[in-house]
């Protein structure tokens, strides 16, 4: 079956770094756009990032850009976050997403979480000030 395991997230104070990783299993996902998003407790579930099949393309919400990095790898089937100078609202817990697409051109439709079709079980992010 398909898929999509979390990692990497922990605790680490404001200014720190993290690098999530997101690892697909049960099929290949080297044609599909993949994406994180994150869910603060009693707030709703937030884009983040999304990458394009092939990785040449990439979208960050206002909030992360230039702190977060969003990557693929698709000989390993697997998508990264760098998360670099977190704050304490980077608190959430952290999923990753892939939409069936293929080759999909991405735009701004892609920061709404129906456009994707599978998800992972998320990874907990805190970040103490």
């Known amino acids: 079956q398909v898929q999509l395991v979390e990692s990497g997230g922990g605790l680490v104070q404001a200014g720190g770094s993290l690098r999530l990783s997101c690892a697909a299993s049960g099929r290949t996902f080297s044609d599909n756009a993949m994406a994180w998003f994150r869910q603060a407790p009693g707030k709703e579930r937030e884009f983040v990032a999304t990458?394009?099949?092939?990785?040449?393309?990439?979208y960050y919400a206002q909030s992360v850009q230039g702190r977060f990095t969003i990557s693929r790898d698709n000989a390993k089937n697997t998508v990264y976050l760098q998360m670099n100078s977190l704050k304490p609202g980077d608190t959430a817990v952290y999923y990753c997403a892939v939409q069936t697409g293929y080759r999909t051109s991405i735009g701004p439709v892609m920061r709404q979480p129906k456009m994707y079709d599978y998800w992972g079980q998320g990874t907990q992010v805190t970040v103490s000030s």
């Open positions: 990458i394009n099949w092939s990785g040449d393309t990439t």
